[in-house]
């Protein structure tokens, strides 16, 4: 019918979104005002991989005890895991539905927008202007 309505509230400057296979909303929240860019002030909460819905939840706010920078993408699989992007520290990781967190590459600049093969046996990653790598 053409109308929009507000589906979630207070979402931290929400980038990307899933749903994962259990049906939750799991977000990319990007920590709220500024920090963005540089120069601008710090951010008003940490960045993180959440759930947005039915409950909110975090499920990762740092890597090895360093808070994450800005993150930008994910990408839920079959099973439950997220993949998701680091821009600033060249990183794409994955969250495992066991809750283990690990980094998939430290070498991918500018990772950005990811997402995963039919047959989710290829994740690819935009990286700026080198164009989209496929990671095997």
């Known amino acids: 019918n053409g109308r929009i309505t507000l589906y979630l509230e207070d979402t931290n400057e929400t980038g990307g979104i899933a749903f994962d296979p259990k049906g939750r909303v799991i977000a990319i929240e990007r920590g709220g005002v500024g920090g963005s860019f540089q120069g601008q002030p710090p951010r008003a909460r940490t960045p993180r991989l959440s759930v947005l819905a039915p409950k909110k939840e975090t499920l990762a706010d740092n890597f090895e005890g ?71």
């Open 66 to 136: 360093k808070t994450f920078a800005v993150l930008a993408d994910l990408v839920s699989d079959k099973h439950g895991g997220v993949y998701f992007t680091e821009p600033a520290a060249s990183s794409v990781y994955y969250y495992s539905p066991s809750g283990k967190l690990t980094r998939v590459s430290s070498d991918t600049a500018a990772a950005n927008g990811i997402m995963l093969s039919r047959d989710e046996k290829i994740l690819y990653v935009t990286n700026g202007p080198a164009g989209i790598l496929a990671h095997k």
